[in-house]
């Protein structure tokens, strides 16, 4: 329901707005129909689903974020262009790209795992990157504080060398190279999609100028596509040593293991790193009844991470923050989670909108316990968190 008191204020103030980058040519990404994610039809099955990644569930952001309380605090940009393949080398490597671009050719296949190619898909990949690097852009331009990447297909799977996870461009990792390319000195990236961003973690994991922290279920690797297993020893090399963190939390963690994990690890860690750009990856598949997660978020959960990155970016990077979508598959609830989240980001007073499927009950003994242990870990091995302790 909407909030009555909300719902009638009308913004001016740009600090209080949020830039929403979007562009409906990234609808033609069709990724078909199938057992869950396998687009595979057993042929016993009256009703087959969507595959995960479909475009209803972006629909459904973009209309809330039309026609919901929240509309009064977006301005939109809808004309953003499709990202050269020069730009897309910032990330990814010239063999890489040839691969795609000949995969594209050669007509619709499966790259990895449920991931699939097929006609229109690469055009909206090449929408998503440049979508994603146009909000970056208006950033450093100084033209808003605030910028969200609606984009689909997502990218923090996607690696300098291979796809994975649905993922064929990484659009938050040529954001943020983007950002540095252009004279920030240091990148935080929090991304809270409940798989490990380890294409993001892959592409920035030999440098000390980006702090990646991922918090996601405890998955593991999942085959040759997604080498990485996200847990809490993966924390970079070389240069790069201590500059991954990882938050491998287990199942059901819910809003109060989220908020302790991020007020008694993220928080500090980013503090510490003092960056001059903020990039909040968002998932929406952390929730309580996302079909590919078990992490029992909600709506207030949401909320409470939105704020706690908005008061990081206040304090370090002048309340620059680029929020980039990522995963989120319940259509109508991933809808309401992202709104929820976008509150937060906006620090208002009050929640704009209800949940609908109000509370889910949780237990948070077992995930503090999982996250003091790792914090422990963090504070014994990565050197610039150690340092800040004595």
């Known amino acids: 329901m909407f909030n009555e008191e909300q719902q009638s204020i009308t913004v001016t103030d740009d600090a209080i707005q949020i830039h929403v980058f979007w562009n409906e040519g990234m609808l033609n990404h069709d990724t078909g129909e199938g057992v869950f994610d396998t687009g595979i039809n057993p042929g ?46 910032s990330f990814h490597t010239q063999e890489y790209i040839d691969s795609l671009l000949e995969a594209d050719r050669n007509g619709p296949t499966i790259i990895c795992s449920g991931t699939f190619l097929n006609t229109g898909s690469l055009k909206a990949a090449l929408l998503a990157a440049g979508t994603t690097l146009s909000a970056m852009k208006y950033i ?40 540095l390319d252009s004279g920030c000195k240091r990148v935080a990236v929090i991304d809270i999609d409940v798989h490990y961003g380890n294409g993001t973690a892959e592409g920035f994991y030999r440098t000390d100028k980006v702090l990646t922290v991922s918090l996601h279920m405890n998955h593991g690797s999942w085959g040759p ?68 997660g078990r992490q029992c978020l909600t709506m207030d959960g949401y909320r409470e991470i939105g704020l706690i990155i908005r008061n990081l970016a ?46 889910y009950p949780e237990d948070d003994s077992f995930s503090v316990k999982a996250i003091e242990s790792i914090k422990q870990h963090q504070l014994h091995v990565v050197p610039f968190l150690r340092e800040a302790n004595h």
């Open 140 to 179: 450093l331009d100084g033209h808003g504080n605030i910028c969200y990447a609606l984009v689909r297909p997502p990218g923090h799977h996607a690696q300098p060398t291979q796809a994975d996870g649905y993922c064929f461009l990484n659009n938050a990792g040529l954001a943020v190279q983007y950002a």
């Open 44 to 89: 016993f099955l009256d009703v087959l689903e969507k595959h995960p990644e479909n475009c209803d569930r972006i629909r459904n952001i973009v209309s809330i974020l039309k026609r919901g309380p929240i509309s009064s605090f977006i301005r939109w940009h809808v004309d953003s262009t499709p990202a050269l393949i020069s730009q897309l080398l």
């Open 314 to 359: 206040d304090d370090h990077s002048n309340g620059r923050i680029l929020i980039v979508q990522e995963g989120g598959y319940h259509i109508t609830y991933s809808a309401y989670c992202l709104h929820a989240t976008l509150e937060g980001v906006l620090n208002l007073p009050n929640p704009l909108l209800s949940d609908p499927v109000a509370y």
């Open 225 to 292: 596509s997604h080498p990485q297993s996200g847990d809490v020893n993966e924390v970079g090399e070389g240069v790069g040593f201590g500059y991954n963190l990882n938050l491998p939390l287990p199942n059901g963690t819910g809003d109060t293991g989220y908020k302790y994990a991020m007020t008694e690890v993220v928080v500090p860690a980013v503090k510490k790193f003092d960056p001059d750009m903020m990039v909040f990856v968002v998932g929406q598949d952390s929730s309580a009844f996302d079909p590919n």
